[in-house]
């Protein structure tokens, strides 16, 4: 009998467990890798063209900070496609555990910066901790669409 038509035993099995469970996790890094780049990346474009005031002095205009919410919130959204695309299987669990990981950085983040540091309105941190989830599971909703 040929090796790929053996039965599965447990060894096996347990492989391919190894596998799924290194894939999911992947597809979670990954989309929260690309959030942090593209929001990271669109950060700086925003600041060389002056939109924002220079890296390291409080934003405090609302403009500005609804500004950087709404690309956050769009580029969540595409994270939470992204995590679902990539799952090996059951794509919204992993858009959702992508947004589990988004709230509770968001929230570390909230209660850092609202607390010891003077960056900006308290609004703005807590919306993205706030919308975390729910955009990941429109990002999980439009993969199943797609």
């Not at 039965?7 to 894939?23: H, K, N, Q, V």
């Not at 390291?56 to 500005?64: E, K, R, S, V």
């Not at 799952?87 to 555990?97: D, G, N, Q, S, V």
Request: glycine share 10%; net charge positive; aromatic share 10%.
């Amino acid at each position: 009998m040929s090796a790929s038509l053996a039965p599965a035993t447990s060894s096996s099995r347990e492989g391919i467990r190894g596998t799924r469970w290194l894939r999911s996790t992947a597809a979670v890094v990954a989309a929260v890798v690309a959030n942090a780049v593209l929001a990271l990346v669109t950060d700086q474009l925003f600041h060389v063209l002056g939109v924002y005031p220079p890296w390291g002095q409080p934003m405090f205009d609302a403009g500005d900070n609804a500004l950087a919410l709404g690309y956050r919130i769009a580029y969540a959204v595409l994270g939470g496609y992204l995590a679902a695309r990539l799952a090996p299987r059951a794509p919204m669990r992993h858009a959702l555990a992508y947004g589990a990981v988004g709230f509770v950085l968001g929230s570390v983040a909230a209660a850092v910066t609202i607390t010891q540091f003077d960056l900006g309105p308290d609004w703005y941190p807590l919306l993205l901790a706030a919308s975390a989830l729910p955009c990941a599971w429109l990002g999980g909703r439009l993969h199943r669409r797609a």
